[in-house]
Each structure stands twice: as C-alpha cells, then as structure tokens.
C-alpha cells in the first residue's frame, strides 16, 4: 500500500495539492458544500493512480483542493462504499492520502435512516459513537503496523472537541443537532422492519452504509475526526414505507444547507 500512496501522492502534487488543514468527506446528496470552496486544484477519481472510482451515481467522484473560511481543505466529494464490492482498504484509501497531504482534522458527512423515533426525517445527528455490522475492518490486512498500531483503540472515536464545537455552532446558529450511535451496514439494500427493530433494541438511534471504515483509519492515523448524519428517512417498523432514493436524495438536499452552515462556522473556529 505503501508504494501505491507515494503514486498518488506525486500525482497529486503534480497537479498542485498541496498541505491542508482540513479534509471533508461528502456524503449521499451533500455535495453542496463544494459551492462555498475557493477551488485551487480538483482531479477526478478516475484520474488519480491507484484511486477507486465512485460508482454510485449521486456521487461526483472528484477530490478538491482550495480554501474554505480561511483554511486549506481537500475535499472528496464522492465517496467509497463496501457495498460497490470495494474491500475496506480500497474504502478507506482518501483518508490515508488526505492523512499524507497533512490534515489535522477530518470532517464526515452521511445519508443515514433515523432509528431514534424522537427524530424526524430531515433533521441533523452528530455520531457520538458507532456500531460495526459491516463484518469487515479497514485494518485487517498484513503490515498494517507500518501505518499505526495493529489495536487501534476506539474508546472515544469522534473527538470530543470537534463534537463539543459543534454543539456550540449549532446553538449559535439555531440548528436542531441531535446526538446518538450510528449503525453501519453493509448494504445497499435496506432493512427490513426486524432490522429494524434488532438495530434499536442494540442501540443505534441512525443506520447508514458508510463513515465507520473511516473513522476507523482515521482513529488509527491519530486524526481527530467528527461526523455528521443527515437522517433522510423515519425507520418505523411498525409503519414501514417503501423507500425511494430519489426521496432520500431530496431530503438530503433540503437538509444540506444546514449541515453546509454547520462546516462553515465550525471551521471559523477551529
């Protein structure tokens, strides 16, 4: 792996990335975020040696570099999944380059399904912790110990400054921020109202099918990182619904200035 980021790490360069302070992880539908950037330098997915393609259709596939309220970020907006038929190395492959073009903080946004019953469709969650149904880990390959301890802790996943930060901002800008665990699957299908009912019953109050391989490899480079989902769906086993993606993709848009709102300050006070 070592040798495949070197490539991708001169590639970059070459095209002028440069140091950044903040990598951003955009999720199903939120790409919006994209508008508020200074954009120096962008290179597709495709282009980039040894990166994965996004394959999913509502999502760009293009990784961003430039300046956001006065910070140097790079963005990726379009992410991987498991369910593309990715391993997690492959899944979490960005983080380790954004890692070596040198970001302090890592920021993640998801579509997810709301478990909580106390939360409503379009409203925000900030991830305070996670469960891992995907059955696979980021870190379980030979010579992971070249990149950090083999036993990455993960008593604390999501930095509890970056989280308490955005308390604050939300506050501040009147945003209604909920706060709970998030459940990854694998996917892509969706659940079935026993799922449902099991992933409430272990504790999730959100289910999504991405962000835990990331903060994964994120706890395991020692970067702080939080986590932001956009519930875009009420996952009421009791009165379940077909879902349409297109629904989800609409409510994730309607959201998105919020969670756009969100970064931006946040960002201001780091």
Do not use: W
């Not at 959201?255 to 756009?260: D, I």
């Amino acid at each position: 792996m070592k040798n495949n980021l070197n490539e991708t790490l001169k590639y970059l360069k070459s095209k002028g990335f440069g140091q950044a302070e903040v990598g951003i992880v955009l999720g199903t539908g939120l790409g919006k975020l994209v508008d508020s950037i200074e954009v120096e330098h962008e290179a597709h997915y495709n282009n980039i040696p040894f990166f994965p393609q996004a394959t999913v259709e509502f999502h760009s596939g293009k990784l961003i570099y430039g300046t956001l309220e006065g910070k140097k970020v790079i963005v990726m907006s379009g992410r991987f999944h498991y369910y593309e038929g990715y391993n997690m190395q492959e899944v979490t492959y960005g983080i380790r380059v954004m890692h070596l073009l040198g970001i302090q903080t890592l920021l993640i946004s998801n579509a997810a399904g709301a478990i909580n019953r106390q939360f409503s469709k379009g409203n925000l969650m900030l991830i305070d912790d996670h469960i891992n149904l995907q059955g696979d880990s980021p870190l379980a390959f030979k010579g992971v110990d070249a990149f950090g301890p083999r036993f990455a802790d993960m008593s604390a996943p999501y930095d509890k400054k970056l989280n308490g930060l955005l308390r604050e901002v939300a506050k501040k800008l009147d945003i209604t921020l909920h706060e709970g665990v998030y459940a990854a699957v694998v996917g892509p299908q969706l659940e079935t109202r026993a799922e449902y009912r099991y992933l409430k019953i272990i504790g999730s109050d959100a289910v999504g099918m991405s962000t835990v391989p990331e903060v994964i490899v994120a706890n395991h480079l020692g970067l702080p990182c939080a986590a932001i989902s956009v519930l875009t769906d009420e996952c009421d086993p009791d009165n379940l619904k077909p879902v349409d993606i297109q629904d989800i993709i609409a409510t994730a848009n309607r959201a998105e200035p919020n969670l756009v709102r969100l970064f931006k300050e946040l960002l201001k006070n780091l």
